[in-house]
């Protein structure tokens, strides 16, 4: 079984930065999927951005929200795969979920049910 721990979640200032990170473990991850999905207070759950590798390709996709100030990428050797949040606004405060599927794709699918196994979420607060 997959299990998914995030960290680095926190209290920032708008216009700041942050990376949230996701450790997976429990199995080989050779063609795989992961995302990163939000849910603020009283709202649906929504995706963030994606990343999908194969033997010889990796993909990403991104919400039209946080292009150009969020980036996905993964640590190969250490199964972890992290989401650096630049200029930071009050509206992306929410928890903040991994979530992984066990296949490559093109293009990271962006529906929540797309995903297998979830985190346990973090934090991200921005104030204003």
């Known amino acids: 079984q997959v299990q998914l721990v995030e960290s680095g979640g926190g209290l920032v200032q708008a216009g700041g930065s942050l990376k949230v990170s996701c450790a997976a473990s429990g199995r080989t991850f050779t063609s795989y999927t992961m995302g990163w999905f939000r849910q603020a207070p009283g709202k649906d759950r929504e995706f963030v951005a994606g990343i999908s590798w194969g033997w010889s390709s990796t993909s990403t996709s991104y919400a039209d929200s946080v292009k150009g100030r969020f980036t996905i990428s993964r640590d190969n050797a250490k199964n972890f795969v992290s989401l650096q949040m630049n200029s930071l606004k009050p509206e992306d405060t929410a928890v903040y979920y991994c979530?992984?599927?066990?296949?490559?794709?093109?293009?990271?699918?962006?529906?929540?049910?797309?995903?297998?196994?979830w985190g346990q979420g973090t934090q991200v607060t921005v104030s204003s």
């Open positions: 979530a992984a599927r066990d296949n490559y794709s093109n293009r990271p699918p962006s529906r929540s049910y797309d995903y297998g196994d």
